[in-house]
């Protein structure tokens, strides 16, 4: 089970449970999904000891936190996209090793495949599968592929 799965599934059996989530991902759709999930906090696995007891006492003090590292990014990228200076199109982002799974996928490996090409664990490759669908709201590989071709992560020949 991953992190996003297990914050959603604590949330709704222990609702009084504060969540504070260690990751080392900083992609908004991942912090997005945390809080949207039930989680309290948010914090990058290289941030600072000092950093850590303040989350921990923010969480439990019943407030929201968001590492410092995640919060500069998601500000700047609310101020270039309130600017208009944001050069990418509207679609989803995406992060690299989930375009290197679908590159894989197109090139029709298997999960296992994937996972050995990539030194990966299996679980690891049908998490990002599953990630992948659910952010792209896609339900078929299909589906998948052709949102890969249309942004241009992968060619067909």
């Known amino acids: 089970m991953n992190g996003l799965d297990a914050t959603k599934i ?54 929201n936190y968001l590492s410092k590292q995640v919060s500069d990014l998601m500000l700047k990228d609310l101020l270039n996209n309130k600017e208009g200076n944001s050069t990418e199109d509207l679609s989803i982002k995406l992060t690299p090793r989930e375009k290197e799974i679908i590159k894989n996928i197109a090139e029709d490996l298997n999960n296992q495949e994937i996972a050995d090409k990539l030194f990966i664990s299996l679980r690891t490759v049908e998490t990002h599968r599953r990630n992948l669908m659910q952010k792209l709201k896609v339900k078929s590989v299909v589906s998948l592929l052709k949102y890969a071709a249309k942004h241009n992560i992968i060619e067909f020949d």
């Open 10 to 63: 604590i949330a709704e059996k222990l609702p009084n449970t504060k969540i504070l989530a260690l990751t080392q991902h900083e992609e908004k759709e991942y912090v997005n999904q945390i809080f949207n999930n039930g989680g309290s906090g948010y914090l990058l696995k290289n941030s600072k000891k000092e950093e850590f007891v303040n989350a921990i006492e923010s969480v439990m003090s019943g407030n």
